[in-house]
């Protein structure tokens, strides 16, 4: 049975009662919103398209849709709705096998329920549990979206085009604010003004951070590992492609370095880093040569911009306010695990209201916290999993046009990776973590793909998982 003609006598009806019963302009701009709504429900590529643009640009405008959430999460649950409508009507071909690491994901998952129940139960504050559970779980289901509307190779450099056009906005919207009034105020009026919700909880939260850049991803951490995640693509995409695609890919790996360094994010930037060393051992092209002038440039800015200098001497000074905290973080994290064995759950983001404990600036010990021991070695089981799929089996690493995304994305998530050995951010994070997903599942299926090419970083790997 076609879908348009369900869709189309819905609308009809739909349409006549909006007609009926409000003005002609809030009749136009629900007309607009729908249109864009029915055309998501019909092409799902186009809505996850969509939702690679809005969570790197304005991750967190929100919106209400019986409960409040992002325009980047709602974007999301509209595409698992058209993909769930267009396999009923039958219009989309079955989902390919699972590989091992999809299906530890389903595990986790799963698995999620046992502390959310138990956090419901056991911590008393206010807090919407059902709603953040759920929202989580939609994030980790990017990783799914992928091989069910990316399973072409020109479909997969589409998401990727998404996600930088996404970046180079917030790029173009963050640094030039920075630079103008050098606070993180100005960027959070112009926040508000686009959609952003609880804007003076934000200014409030972002008043220790006046001297680092921030941007729509809030917090200038959080931006740090975005860059960190996004950036490695970038650079491969850019300099693998011709024309305008390399000229974005160019200019969102300059931009996006610099706004690196503007967020003084020292676990992005050590994190990153330390990829490019492990590069280097796997004698990428240029890499060697991007490490030097990134350690020049980085001499040259440390030496102009007072910033800089006062972010590098805090790691040398013994009153680093954000170093001492997180060593208290883990001295008091052994009763945290103590007081919740089972985690915390989705009720609430520690540290938990009314307690003496303190959260935890880890991404490993942050699901400790929020899922217990077990749920942190069934994420380790997943990582694990991964790396074992894509990891490259070759001495060297040669960059080319075709293996540009593998190797971008793969650098990518193991910069994120790594960065959350000092902050927290990609392990329940809403919107990061869904582009972190994404970009894993991206990950996975180029790999895929390249395995079965004779002769391929990836070729003649077995069947590891």
């Known amino acids: 049975m076609p879908l348009a003609f369900p869709l189309g006598l819905l609308l009809s009806v739909l349409f006549g009662i909006l007609a009926w019963l409000l003005p002609a302009a809030k009749v136009m701009a629900a007309v607009v919103a729908i249109a864009a709504i029915i055309t998501i429900i019909r092409r799902p590529l186009w809505g996850l398209l969509l939702f690679a643009f809005i969570a790197t640009f304005l991750p967190y405008t929100t919106v209400t849709i019986g409960f409040r959430?992002?325009?980047?999460?709602?974007?999301?649950?509209?595409?698992?709705?058209?993909?769930?409508?267009q396999h009923l009507f039958g219009q989309m071909q079955q989902a390919p096998k699972m590989l091992p690491t999809e299906r530890r994901m389903v595990a986790l998952m799963l698995f999620s329920a046992l502390p959310f129940l138990v956090g419901q139960v056991i911590i008393n504050?206010?807090?919407?549990?059902?709603?953040?559970?759920?929202?989580?779980l939609f994030n980790l289901s990017a990783l799914f979206l992928v091989p069910r509307l990316l399973d072409t190779p020109q479909k997969r450099e589409q998401l990727v085009t998404g996600l930088l056009l996404g970046t180079l906005f917030l790029l173009l919207l963050s640094i030039p604010i920075y630079f103008k009034d050098r606070t993180s105020a100005t960027i959070t009026d112009v926040l508000?003004?686009?959609?952003?919700?609880?804007?003076?909880?934000?200014?409030?939260?972002?008043?220790?951070?006046?001297t680092r850049m921030t941007s729509p991803w809030n917090h200038p951490n959080i931006t740090g590992g975005a860059m960190a995640l996004l950036v490695p693509l970038a650079a491969c995409f850019g300099l693998t492609r011709r024309g305008w695609p390399r000229a974005l890919?160019?200019?969102?790996?300059?931009?996006?370095?610099?706004?690196?360094?503007l967020t003084g994010s020292r676990g992005a930037l050590i994190s990153l880093l330390l990829v490019m060393v492990w590069l280097v051992s796997k004698r990428v092209a240029y890499v060697g040569r991007v490490l030097m002038v990134a350690l020049v440039g980085a001499a040259l800015l440390l030496m102009f911009y007072p910033p800089l200098q006062d972010r590098v001497a805090d790691l040398f000074s013994s009153n680093d306010a954000s170093t001492s905290v997180r060593f208290d973080e883990y001295a008091s994290f052994p009763e945290a695990m103590a007081s919740y064995p089972l985690g915390i759950g989705f009720k609430v983001d520690p540290p938990v209201p009314n307690t003496d404990l303190l959260g935890i600036s880890n991404l490993y010990?942050?699901?400790?916290?929020?899922?217990?021991?077990?749920?942190?070695?069934?994420?380790?089981?997943?990582?694990?999993?991964?790396?074992?799929?894509?990891?490259?089996?070759?001495?060297?690493?040669?960059?080319?046009?075709?293996?540009?995304?593998?190797?971008?994305?793969?650098?990518?998530?193991?910069?994120?990776?790594?960065?959350?050995?000092?902050?927290?951010?990609?392990?329940?994070?809403?919107?990061?973590?869904?582009?972190?997903?994404?970009?894993?599942?991206?990950?996975?299926?180029?790999?895929?793909?390249?395995?079965?090419?004779?002769?391929?970083?990836?070729?003649?790997?077995?069947?590891?998982?």
Do not use: C, Q
């Open 69 to 85: 959430t992002t325009v980047s999460e709602a974007v999301l649950m509209l595409v698992w709705a058209s993909v769930m409508a």
């Open 125 to 136: 504050a206010d807090g919407n549990g059902p709603i953040n559970w759920v929202r989580w």
């Open 192 to 210: 508000g003004k686009l959609g952003y919700g609880s804007i003076d909880l934000v200014t409030k939260t972002l008043a220790g951070f006046s």
């Open 249 to 261: 890919g160019v200019a969102v790996t300059l931009l996006g370095m610099l706004g690196l360094v």
């Open 365 to 465: 010990l942050n699901y400790v916290y929020k899922l217990g021991v077990l749920g942190l070695l069934m994420f380790l089981a997943v990582v694990r999993s991964w790396w074992l799929y894509t990891r490259p089996t070759t001495r060297t690493i040669t960059l080319t046009h075709d293996n540009a995304l593998w190797l971008g994305s793969t650098i990518g998530v193991l910069a994120a990776l790594v960065s959350g050995l000092f902050d927290h951010y990609f392990s329940f994070t809403m919107v990061l973590i869904a582009v972190f997903w994404l970009l894993m599942g991206l990950n996975l299926h180029e790999a895929k793909r390249l395995r079965a090419i004779p002769g391929s970083t990836l070729a003649n790997t077995g069947n590891r998982s």
